[in-house]
C-alpha cells in the first residue's frame, strides 16, 4: 500500500558514478541486498547521519572514512543493521570495507558501509564478502534503478528521482535513491539517501548543501516518531562534467542549489508516501510562528499524535484532535483566539472554537483525499515551516508485529 503512482523516472547517468547489485541472501535467499557504488577518482562526498546515540557501526566507520580518505567506494546492505553489535560491529563493518578494497585496489579507507535491517544481530559478513564479486562485475552507470531496489527493506516500491540542467553552457546530471517506510522521524528516519552529481564542487559547497537540503528533506518527514540508528544521506559529487568547480561565489550556485533541492524534496517525499501502511500524504504548514523551532514544535506534535494519524486513516475530520495537538505543542503565550486551524481550503478553527463557516461535509470532502494538507496559522511572527507526514493504518500495526518474522 501506498500513495501515489510512485514509478520510477528513467534516469540521467551520472558520469563517473557507477552501480552494481548483487544478492548476499543476508534475510532471504536469493534477494538482490547488496549494492556497491563506485566513484571516480577525485569524486567528494558529504553527508549526514542518524543523530540517534546508538548509532550503528556503519555510521561510525562512515564518518571515520569520510573524514581521513577520498572516497571511491560505496557499500550497502540491507536485511541487516549491524547496530547495537559492540564493538564486533565494528570489527565487521571495517572488514567489508576490507575486503571490498581488496577486490578493487583501493585503500580501505576509501570505503564507506551502509547497513539498513534488524536491529541487535551480528553482520554475516562472509555472505557479503562472497556476493562482492557479483556486485562489482554489475558495475554500470545505467544502474540506477536496479540499485534502488537492491536497498529496499519493508518499502513496497523503489524510490528514486532525477534532474539534467544546464550550468552556463555545461549540461549537469543529477540523480538519486532512497529506501525507507517505517522508524521515520526526523534526525533522521530510517531512510538511506544517494544522490550525485557530475558537476565538480568545492568541498565546503558540498557539505554546506548536504547540510541545507537534507535539513528541508529528509529531516522534515516522518511516519512514526521513531528515531533509526542508520540513517544516513549522503551527497556525491564526481566532478566529471566539463564545467569549473562551483564555489560559494560561482553565479550558477543557485541553480544548481534549486535542483538539486528538488530531488532531495522527491526523494523524501517518496519515503512518506511509501510509509508502512500509509493511505494518505500529509502536509503540514506552520505559518506566521515566532521561530523556527516553535513552527517545528506545533507540526510535528500534530503529526505524532496517534490520535490524528488514525483519524486520517479512517478520513474522519474529527478536527478537534488537531485542535488538542495544536494547544499542547508547548508553545508559550499561545493567543487562542488569533490562531486558525485549515484543513485544505476549509477553515476548522477560528477565534478560539469551531470556525462559523465550518461543516462537516465540506471537512468529509478534504479528509477524503489521497493527499491532505493541514494548516496552522498562529499569527505571531513571520516563520514558515513544512513537515511531511501519513496516517497510521492496520497495517502499519502488522507489518511491524511482523517484522521478524
Not at 576490507?98 to 577486490?103: E, F, I, R, V, Y
Not at 547497513?115 to 555472505?127: D, F, H, Q, W
Request: hydrophobic share 40%; net charge negative; with cysteine.
Amino acid at each position: 500500500m501506498a500513495v501515489g503512482p510512485g514509478a520510477l523516472p528513467t534516469f540521467y547517468p551520472v558520469a563517473g558514478v557507477g552501480l552494481g547489485i548483487g544478492s548476499a541472501g543476508i534475510k532471504k535467499p536469493g534477494k538482490k541486498d547488496l549494492v556497491v557504488i563506485e566513484l571516480a577518482p577525485g569524486s567528494r562526498v558529504a553527508g549526514i547521519f542518524t543523530r540517534n546515540q546508538f548509532c550503528a557501526a556503519p555510521v561510525h566507520v562512515t564518518r571515520n572514512h569520510l573524514a581521513s580518505d577520498a572516497p571511491r567506494y560505496l557499500l550497502i546492505n540491507t536485511g541487516n543493521a549491524n547496530a547495537g553489535t559492540g564493538e564486533q560491529g565494528m570489527k565487521d563493518a571495517q572488514a567489508c570495507c576490507q575486503a571490498l578494497a581488496d577486490h578493487a585496489g583501493v585503500a580501505s579507507g576509501s570505503v564507506l558501509p551502509f547497513s539498513t535491517g534488524v536491529i541487535g544481530e551480528p553482520l554475516p559478513v562472509a555472505k557479503i564478502v562472497g556476493a562482492l564479486p557479483q556486485a562489482l562485475a554489475d558495475v554500470s552507470e545505467s544502474h540506477w534503478a536496479e540499485a534502488a531496489s537492491g536497498i529496499m527493506t519493508t518499502d513496497t516500491r523503489p524510490k528514486g528521482a532525477t534532474r539534467q540542467i544546464d550550468l552556463d553552457g555545461h549540461t549537469v546530471s543529477i540523480s538519486g535513491i532512497s529506501k525507507g517506510a517505517g522508524m521515520i522521524r526526523p534526525n533522521m528516519a530510517t531512510m538511506l539517501g544517494f544522490i550525485a552529481t557530475d558537476a565538480k564542487i568545492a568541498p565546503d559547497v558540498l557539505s554546506s548543501l548536504a547540510s541545507e537540503l537534507g535539513e528541508k528533506s529528509f529531516n522534515r518527514i516522518t511516519i512514526d516518531g521513531d528515531t533509526s540508528t542508520n540513517d544516513a544521506c549522503m551527497l556525491m559529487a564526481s566532478g566529471q562534467y566539463s564545467g569549473p568547480e562551483i564555489t560559494a561565489d560561482s553565479p550558477c550556485l543557485p541553480t544548481l542549489r534549486d535542483a538539486l533541492r528538488e530531488v532531495f524534496l522527491e526523494l523524501a517525499h517518496a519515503i512518506v508516501r511509501d510509509g508502512e501502511g500509509a493511505t494518505k500524504f500529509v502536509t503540514i504548514e506552520v505559518s506566521r510562528a515566532g521561530s523556527v523551532q516553535e513552527a517545528l514544535d506545533v507540526a510535528y506534535t500534530v503529526a505524532h499524535s496517534p490520535l490524528v494519524k488514525t483519524a486520517l486513516f479512517a478520513s474522519d475530520p474529527n478536527w478537534g484532535r488537531i485542535l488538542a495537538a495544536v494547544g499542547r505543542a508547548g508553545v508559550e503565550r499561545l493567543d487562542l483566539n488569533a490562531l486558525e486551524i485549515w484543513l485544505g481550503d476549509v477553515c476548522l478553527v477560528r477565534n478560539g472554537g469551531r470556525a462559523e463557516d465550518y461543516s462537516e461535509s465540506r471537512g468529509q470532502a478534504v479528509m477524503d483525499g489521497e493527499e491532505i494538507t493541514i494548516h496552522i496559522d498562529l499569527r505571531r511572527g513571520d516563520v514558515m515551516e513544512r513537515v511531511w507526514t501519513c496516517d497510521f493504518s492496520h497495517d502499519y500495526v502488522t507489518i511491524n508485529a511482523e517484522y521478524r518474522t
